[in-house]
């Protein structure tokens, strides 16, 4: 028996709180295993800097090999089960679906994170956000609530990033096409992130993107509702 | 032996002008296929409509069959060669250069056109200005010069959207892994266009990706230089 253990980040009531664990905890359901769960907090990460030599989870251990950052761990998945259903399907897919992880990452990502970022700390373990303000705030040069004074205004910047999105499963059930990968659990973690993150429901706020709110509708459903698992913001 | 015809779009001395038409041209050359080329020019959409019931080329027939739409014929070659190198790699591949397509096509293709639009006129046909003229005018509502006159102002953004294929190939050598795919072709045809239609060479002025600069320089090679066939913006 293969030993597996995914250290994934927690929050209040431990709320699933990481957009990166959201994609392999996916990943893992997708290939069909189930790992042991080592829940990880802001305030474990001498345990994961010990562990991994860097300071961000989501890491697998797997039969001894540390693994650390998502897109390693995806390909590590992929590359060492090989006879589970694919999250790439081949080195084409591989290829696309990294420059689609980049583009999510690097364009969604700040977008989604900037609507949400006020509300985020009410998701962590009380003990966490003094640490989570006071890291952000210094990293923007301003209190959360100043980053997010123009969230409203940012909206139709927002859906128009997300125009791709919308055109794309407006064609295709999925990102990957006709069934789920790794590309839709990359994109649908950020805006997982976003759903437990904020009582804001960001796909209500743009009704330009019907698509996409039943593409995240039928990826909640995944796995039992894996999606659904965890709680959201508690509301005001 | 198959009968294979590829009609595709052309300018002033024959050069290729179309990023639709370019993407298909690598897609043949990915794929072995050498069609019989029907030179296409704006003022042949009467032929064009009898042929296919629309406007747009490329559109390409095989063994009497008619498609248009460049991703429809992307399939087809996928589909009716599938023993030739792959241009997807299956269905999860095919999926998400699905998403990239779209991504390019409403999001690095219009911030690209607005960087060349007045020079564009000048690899048309003497005969075929005109008409693109008074058809793209009277779709932005301004002329050709007013749409563009923030075009400098517009390269930051055009380089902020472009990062992700800078990071992409800052990691591998194609934006579909180890060896190029349909996905390369689609990005690459919006440069080719934009390398044709101005004699301003975008990537000159966006320093700050350097690997798209050098992916592109690849690109170009491929297929014995086929990028570099039929002609650049005549220089002033």
Redesign the interface.
């Known amino acids: 028996m293969t030993a597996l253990i995914f250290h994934e980040r927690i929050g209040l009531e431990r709320r699933r709180i990481s957009p990166f664990s959201w994609r392999i905890r996916y990943a893992f359901a997708h290939k069909g295993l189930t790992p042991e769960v080592v829940e990880t907090r802001f305030a474990d990460v001498d345990r994961i800097r010990r562990l991994s030599g860097q300071h961000m989870v989501p890491i697998i251990e797997h039969d001894g090999t540390v693994v650390h950052d998502s897109w390693s761990i995806a390909c590590h998945l992929e590359d060492r089960f090989p006879d589970a259903p ?1 999250l ?13 992880n ?2 999510a990452d ?2 969604l990502s700040p977008a989604l994170r900037i609507q949400i970022l006020p509300d985020f700390p009410g998701v962590l373990m009380p003990e966490d956000r003094a640490y989570y303000r006071s890291s952000r705030e210094a990293e923007l040069g301003m209190t959360l609530e100043e980053a997010a004074s123009g969230r409203d205004a940012a909206l139709p910047a927002l859906a128009a ?1 997300c ?3 919308q ?2 499963l407006s ?2 059930p ?6 789920p ?1 790794y ?1 839709d659990y990359i994109v649908f973690s950020l805006f997982q992130y976003a759903r437990i993150g904020s009582p804001r429901d960001m796909l209500a706020l743009m009704p330009e993107l019907p698509a996409v709110l039943d593409w995240r509708t039928r990826m909640i459903g995944l796995f039992d509702g894996m999606g659904d698992r965890f709680g959201l913001h508690p509301r005001n």
């Open positions: 694919p790439f399907g081949g080195g084409i897919g591989r290829g696309v679906t990294r420059m689609a980049l583009w690097t364009v990033l125009r791709p999105l055109l794309t064609e295709q999925f990102l990957s096409g006709t069934a990968a590309a």
